[in-house]
């Protein structure tokens, strides 16, 4: 069974920062892109951050310098720490698993990050 597993989501205030993880289990990480997308309400889900298996990272352009992906292989565990909050960044956010070899995506179940004004 597959699972991606997203934490660290809440409500913080503007300026602040929150720390996401994604546990997986069921999937070949070292060998996954991993990313980090978000859905805000009324819009499509966009890319936030990827990292390949290895390590090279690719940011949207708005969230260069703010938010930092890492993953850690040994934990199969991918993380998004995301500083200087803004409530534009209020949305659901979902870890994303590719395979590029197999073409096989998953999604983990989102969490809720709220930036208050």
């Known amino acids: 069974q597959v699972l991606l597993v997203e934490s660290g989501g809440g409500l913080v205030q503007a300026g602040g920062s929150l720390r996401l993880s994604c546990a997986t289990s069921g999937i070949s990480f070292s060998v996954n892109v991993m990313g980090w997308y978000r859905q805000a309400p009324g819009k499509q889900r966009e890319l936030v951050a990827a990292v390949t298996p290895d390590g090279t990272t690719n940011y949207a352009d708005s969230k260069t310098g703010r938010f930092t992906i890492s993953r850690d292989n040994a934990k199969n565990t991918v993380y998004l720490q995301m500083n200087s909050l803004k409530p534009e960044d209020t949305a659901v956010y979902y870890c994303?698993?590719?395979?590029?070899?197999?073409?096989?995506?998953?999604w983990g179940q989102g969490t809720q990050v709220t930036v208050s004004a």
């Open positions: 994303n698993a590719h395979n590029p070899r197999y073409g096989i995506m998953y």
